[in-house]
């Protein structure tokens, strides 16, 4: 008989859609306005009820209503469309970072304990902990194999893998 082989599940980012950006940044500029939707919705020719679809992401208007609604907000289209660009980018390069932390997070901080246990305690007898006497340095951070204790003020000391 085969080998079922199990594939680990990638986890499931959620990817900004357009209409969602769109929403937002009409909505940030007619609030910005001190506008009510009623009134934006009435110059721009569509029902308020549309509008606040679009607002909130569950409608994408075509470039004609999206024209209108921009202009009833006294922007541009071009504007419109690069405001949405910059928010995409922007929502993208946090999550290039946030990425990037939980990386970090995952293979940075292995150990940790106080200097101060008595002789004996158990987090004393870890594997994990290198022979301090030789690699802890007051003064900061020392070398250790491939590991670095990191001595920050209070006595707390971190190894980290």
Same mark, same amino acid.
């Given at each position: 008989m085969g080998k079922v082989v199990e594939f680990p599940r990638a986890? *499931?980012?959620?990817?900004?859609l357009w209409r969602n950006e769109l929403g937002e940044v009409l909505?940030?500029?007619? &609030?910005?306005?001190? *506008?009510?939707?009623t009134e934006v919705a009435a110059t721009a020719g569509v029902s308020p009820q549309y509008l606040s679809e679009i607002e909130r992401g569950r409608k994408e208007p075509s470039s004609e209503v999206l024209g209108s609604v921009a202009g009833a907000l006294g922007l541009e289209l071009v @504007?419109? $469309?690069?405001?949405?660009?910059?928010?995409?980018?922007?929502?993208?390069? &946090?999550e290039?970072?946030?990425?990037?932390?939980?990386?970090?997070? @995952?293979? @940075?901080?292995?150990?940790?304990?106080?200097?101060?246990?008595?002789?004996?305690?158990p987090a004393l007898e870890l594997d994990a902990v290198l022979d301090l006497d030789a690699a802890l340095? &007051? +003064?900061?951070?020392?070398?250790? +194999?491939?590991?670095?204790?990191?001595?920050?003020? +209070?006595?707390?000391?971190? &190894? $980290?893998?």
């Open positions: 986890p *499931r980012t959620v990817k900004p909505r940030g500029e007619r &609030l910005a306005q001190e *506008r009510i939707l @504007e419109v $469309v690069h405001r949405v660009a910059a928010a995409l980018e922007a929502r993208r390069e &946090l290039r970072h946030e990425a990037a932390r939980r990386e970090r997070l @995952e293979r @940075e901080v292995s150990f940790a304990f106080r200097a101060d246990l008595p002789a004996g305690h340095d &007051l +003064g900061g951070a020392k070398a250790a +194999g491939d590991a670095t204790i990191a001595a920050p003020p +209070g006595g707390v000391y971190l &190894l $980290v893998a």
